[in-house]
């Protein structure tokens, strides 16, 4: 025992993605109420790629939920599960899988708390069926703006609650959450995956596998380009039955540490070309089929403890936007003629499936294909992004807060029309804005605290405020 | 095993009632905030997959040595014949706090010496009238010699660590086990915000080393191991080397 929120000294705070980093003190307790108290923000495990879990120049302290974890409770007939927010999923999984169940949505890592799955509104590969994270939590227990604890729910404080699920930490702190775990058969995946010839083939089949697969996702290599532009592996999957699976539980994977940073410049264009052609051929056969161990499945990436250490000191971003398919399925090769154009290389171009939009008012999907690429950042990352942004305003898509490091104000403005309702009930909870961010000051307009050396913010290079006063129609 | 723990709520004693759920001990908690321990306990039934309110709990504070009877008396009653009883609560502030603060540093000499002690003692008599069994207690590297950083916590761990050691000899005889932990620095809320040097634990490696000392009877164990070897050369450093040294 001690005395609770312990003094924290200051140290170097990043996502992800290592940029940018900012000079601020964790305060981590397990009493999540003590140390939430007049603190704008609330950080997990620190696994969004941008700025979204730093705080504000000018403010000092975020809150780390990670010694908060406790289970409050479990229902094993309604699979509910209620705990503290910085449970993580790694624990989720490794206590209830054996169990049968599983989070009703998963992102591509287990190193994330509930209450970043619930800030973020994280989606998985079930996204076209099953929905957001959000959509599943049954209630939140908050602290809000003016210090009180407040439950909230679809049907209690709903308004509170949209804006929460998808709200980036900015409607308060989040302490505990509800959420309805699924029940899966057996804790294996029955996957088959496909090799296909270039982007039309792979967006063709990739929907079409949403028709009778609960899962789909998959990678293309994004460096070659012609008739084999955007060429991949789709990958389908759903839950072994008992008779599928193996007999024997799947046994925890083995972690590896990349124990240093590896030189800035390694991750490059001949790099990422020669990896991209070895992931494509490695999938010599045009089909493959099996039984594959979850974690194998869900979590590639978790094997290599620290990936992000490949991109050296200078960091990476990702840049995930989804796409609306109304105007046409040709959107995805734009979109890879755009980065081709840019010479932008990624290692990674994943494009998923997307379903309607949930409950969450900033929640990130929305009917059509969401495609997530990484770069190393670089002096040309802020034009590369400004580029993709306005093709993805254009389009009527949108980007994904949690991956964002770079997106300006004005464009996040222009690719968001749920924004003003969303900033009403923000205005309702929080009218002085105690909660904020360094991504809210970005691409919000929040006012940074204190005078500091905030560096000001560059007029974006092209037709920009034009697309942003043009109202566009939209379906959805 | 059927086990009562005192400080279940954080750091290692939370690390600590998790493996013994999750290997099937029986468990009674202990603790200063009931409500607070009860929350603990809920945590445990979930993941040691019990039922609702089968890990029981009742308030015991170290700064109030004349609640230890009914604490003791409410885990008997729910255990029955008791294996081992570990204690992982204490105090714990910077030297620096320390000093400014005397009031407080006089709560925490008593809550990790006096009440400790005598908690200790309440808990070998239960466990002899019963034929022995095991007294694990949370000691502190900080207790191997005088050092600037933590020299007020590290006098009542030193104090702690003679008894207990005082303890064994007597008693082992009798079938009293007692378990002394000295932990290095490991990485809990307690010392967050501290600078973490090199060999600094987890709390789950502490508890999976603790009751492997436990299953074992080893009398003293040092978590993460390398401590043991730390403690060793600064027990030899002459006195004008640790007038120099900030360890």
């Given at each position: 025992m001690?005395?609770?929120?312990?003094?924290?000294?200051?140290?170097?705070?990043?996502?992800?993605?290592?940029?940018?980093?900012?000079?601020?003190?964790?305060?981590?307790?397990?009493?999540?109420?003590?140390?939430?108290?007049?603190?704008?923000?609330?950080?997990?495990?620190?696994?969004?790629?941008?700025?979204?879990?730093?705080?504000?120049?000018?403010?000092?302290?975020?809150?780390?939920s990670?010694?908060?974890?406790?289970?409050?409770?479990?229902?094993?007939?309604?699979?509910?599960?209620?705990?503290?927010?910085?449970?993580?999923?790694?624990?989720?999984?490794r206590?209830?899988?054996?169990r049968?169940?599983?989070?009703?949505?998963?992102?591509?890592?287990?190193?994330?708390?509930?209450?970043g799955?619930?800030?973020?509104?994280?989606?998985?590969?079930?996204h076209?069926?099953?929905?957001?994270?959000?959509?599943?939590?049954?209630?939140?227990?908050?602290?809000?703006?003016?210090?009180?604890?407040?439950?909230?729910?679809?049907?209690?404080?709903?308004?509170?609650f949209?804006?929460?699920?998808?709200?980036?930490?900015?409607?308060?702190?989040?302490?505990?959450v509800?959420?309805?775990?699924?029940?899966?058969?057996?804790?294996?995946?029955?996957?088959?995956?496909?090799?296909?010839?270039?982007?039309?083939?792979?967006?063709?089949?990739?929907?079409?596998?949403?028709?009778?697969?609960?899962?789909?996702?998959?990678?293309?290599?994004?460096?070659?380009g012609?008739?084999?532009?955007?060429?991949?592996?789709l990958?389908?999957?759903?839950?072994?039955?008992?008779?599928?699976?193996?007999?024997?539980?799947?046994?925890?994977?083995?972690?590896?540490?990349?124990?240093?940073?590896?030189?800035?410049?390694?991750?490059?264009?001949?790099?990422?070309?020669?990896?991209?052609?070895?992931?494509?051929?490695?999938?010599?056969?045009?089909?493959?089929?099996?039984?594959?161990?979850?974690?194998s499945y869900?979590?590639?990436?978790?094997?290599?403890?620290?990936?992000?250490?490949?991109?050296?000191?200078?960091?990476?971003?990702?840049?995930?936007?989804?796409?609306?398919?109304?105007?046409?399925?040709?959107?995805?090769?734009?979109?890879?003629?755009?980065?081709?154009?840019?010479?932008?290389?990624?290692?990674?171009?994943?494009?998923?499936?997307?379903?309607?939009?949930?409950?969450?008012?900033?929640?990130?999907?929305?009917?059509?294909i969401?495609?997530?690429?990484?770069?190393?950042?670089?002096?040309?990352?802020?034009?590369?992004?400004?580029?993709?942004?306005?093709?993805?305003?254009?389009?009527?898509?949108?980007?994904?807060?949690?991956?964002?490091?770079?997106?300006?104000?004005a464009?996040?403005?222009?690719?968001e029309?749920?924004?003003?309702?969303?900033?009403?009930?923000?205005?309702?909870?929080?009218?002085?804005?105690?909660?904020?961010?360094?991504?809210?000051?970005?691409?919000?307009g929040?006012?940074?605290?204190?005078?500091g050396?905030?560096?000001?913010?560059?007029?974006?290079?092209?037709?920009?405020?034009?697309?942003?006063?043009?109202?566009?129609?939209?379906?959805? | 095993?059927?086990?009562v723990?005192?400080?279940?709520?954080?750091?290692?004693?939370r690390?600590?009632?998790?493996?013994?759920?999750?290997?099937?001990?029986?468990?009674?908690?202990?603790?200063?905030?009931?409500?607070?321990?009860?929350?603990?306990?809920?945590?445990?039934?979930?993941?040691?997959?019990?039922?609702?309110?089968s890990?029981?709990?009742?308030?015991?504070?170290?700064?109030?040595?004349?609640?230890?009877?009914?604490a003791?008396?409410?885990?008997?009653?729910?255990?029955?014949?008791?294996?081992?009883?570990?204690?992982?609560?204490?105090?714990?502030?910077?030297?620096?706090?320390l000093?400014?603060?005397?009031?407080?540093?006089?709560?925490?000499?008593?809550?990790?010496?006096?009440?400790?002690?005598?908690?200790?003692?309440?808990?070998?008599?239960?466990?002899?009238?019963?034929?022995?069994?095991?007294?694990?207690?949370?000691?502190?590297?900080?207790?191997?010699?005088?050092?600037?950083?933590?020299?007020?916590?590290?006098?009542?761990?030193?104090?702690?660590?003679?008894?207990?050691?005082?303890?064994?000899?007597?008693?082992?005889?009798?079938?009293?086990?007692?378990?002394?932990?000295?932990?290095?620095?490991?990485?809990?809320?307690?010392?967050?915000?501290?600078?973490?040097p090199?060999?600094?634990?987890?709390?789950?490696?502490?508890a999976?080393?603790?009751?492997?000392?436990?299953?074992?009877?080893?009398?003293?164990?040092?978590?993460?191991?390398?401590w043991?070897?730390?403690?060793?050369?600064?027990?030899?450093?002459p006195?004008?080397v640790?007038?120099?040294?900030?360890?």
């Amino acid at each position: 025992m001690r005395e609770p929120g312990s003094p924290a000294s200051t140290r170097l705070l990043s996502g992800w993605g290592r940029v940018p980093t900012v000079a601020a003190q964790e305060l981590l307790s397990e009493d999540l109420d003590v140390i939430t108290r007049d603190v704008p923000l609330s950080r997990g495990l620190g696994r969004s790629y941008g700025d979204a879990s730093l705080p504000a120049h000018g403010d000092k302290r975020v809150a780390g939920s990670v010694l908060a974890d406790r289970i409050l409770a479990f229902d094993p007939d309604s699979g509910i599960l209620r705990a503290e927010a910085g449970l993580s999923l790694r624990e989720i999984v490794r206590l209830f899988l054996p169990r049968g169940y599983f989070t009703p949505v998963s992102p591509g890592t287990q190193y994330v708390t509930l209450g970043g799955m619930v800030a973020a509104d994280i989606h998985g590969k079930n996204h076209h069926r099953d929905g957001c994270f959000g959509q599943h939590v049954t209630s939140l227990r908050m602290r809000v703006a003016d210090g009180r604890i407040v439950d909230c729910s679809p049907t209690k404080e709903r308004d509170l609650f949209r804006a929460t699920v998808g709200g980036m930490g900015l409607t308060g702190h989040i302490l505990e959450v509800a959420v309805r775990l699924k029940r899966v058969p057996s804790p294996w995946i029955v996957f088959e995956s496909v090799r296909l010839p270039n982007v039309e083939a792979y967006v063709a089949a990739l929907k079409e596998a949403g028709t009778s697969w609960p899962q789909t996702v998959g990678f293309i290599d994004c460096t070659k380009g012609g008739r084999h532009l955007g060429r991949g592996i789709l990958i389908k999957g759903r839950w072994a039955e008992r008779s599928e699976a193996p007999p024997q539980p799947p046994e925890p994977k083995r972690t590896v540490s990349i124990p240093f940073d590896l030189p800035s410049g390694l991750v490059n264009r001949l790099t990422v070309k020669i990896f991209n052609t070895l992931t494509y051929w490695k999938h010599f056969a045009l089909v493959r089929k099996g039984v594959i161990h979850p974690e194998s499945y869900f979590y590639p990436l978790d094997k290599l403890l620290n990936w992000n250490r490949f991109y050296g000191r200078r960091g990476m971003t990702q840049y995930q936007c989804v796409l609306p398919m109304e105007a046409g399925s040709d959107v995805a090769r734009r979109f890879l003629e755009l980065l081709r154009a840019r010479r932008a290389a990624s290692p990674v171009c994943v494009i998923k499936d997307c379903g309607p939009e949930g409950i969450g008012l900033l929640s990130f999907p929305r009917p059509g294909i969401s495609i997530a690429v990484d770069f190393a950042v670089n002096d040309g990352t802020q034009a590369l992004v400004d580029a993709l942004n306005e093709f993805v305003v254009r389009e009527g898509g949108r980007v994904y807060l949690a991956k964002d490091a770079f997106t300006r104000a004005a464009h996040f403005r222009a690719m968001e029309p749920r924004l003003a309702e969303w900033e009403a009930i923000r205005r309702r909870w929080d009218p002085e804005r105690k909660f904020r961010s360094r991504q809210s000051v970005r691409v919000l307009g929040d006012e940074a605290p204190a005078p500091g050396p905030r560096p000001a913010p560059a007029e974006p290079a092209s037709d920009l405020a034009a697309i942003a006063a043009t109202p566009r129609s939209r379906t959805a | 095993m059927k086990v009562v723990l005192l400080g279940a709520t954080k750091g290692m004693g939370r690390a600590m009632g998790r493996l013994l759920v999750e290997r099937k001990h029986e468990l009674f908690l202990l603790g200063r905030d009931e409500a607070d321990v009860a929350r603990s306990a809920r945590d445990l039934e979930v993941r040691g997959g019990r039922p609702a309110n089968s890990v029981g709990v009742a308030a015991c504070d170290l700064a109030r040595p004349e609640g230890f009877a009914t604490a003791l008396d409410a885990a008997e009653r729910a255990l029955g014949k008791l294996d081992a009883i570990i204690v992982t609560a204490a105090l714990f502030a910077t030297q620096a706090r320390l000093e400014d603060d005397p009031a407080f540093a006089g709560e925490l000499l008593a809550a990790n010496f006096t009440g400790t002690v005598l908690f200790c003692e309440a808990a070998r008599k239960r466990l002899l009238a019963k034929g022995g069994g095991t007294l694990c207690v949370f000691s502190s590297v900080a207790g191997e010699r005088g050092r600037k950083p933590v020299i007020i916590y590290g006098a009542a761990k030193a104090g702690l660590s003679h008894y207990l050691e005082g303890l064994d000899h007597k008693f082992s005889a009798q079938g009293l086990r007692v378990v002394t932990v000295k932990p290095g620095f490991v990485k809990t809320g307690m010392t967050a915000g501290l600078p973490a040097p090199p060999f600094a634990g987890e709390p789950e490696g502490v508890a999976k080393a603790v009751l492997a000392a436990i299953e074992r009877g080893r009398p003293v164990v040092y978590v993460p191991g390398a401590w043991a070897l730390i403690m060793f050369v600064i027990r030899l450093l002459p006195r004008f080397v640790m007038r120099k040294l900030n360890f």
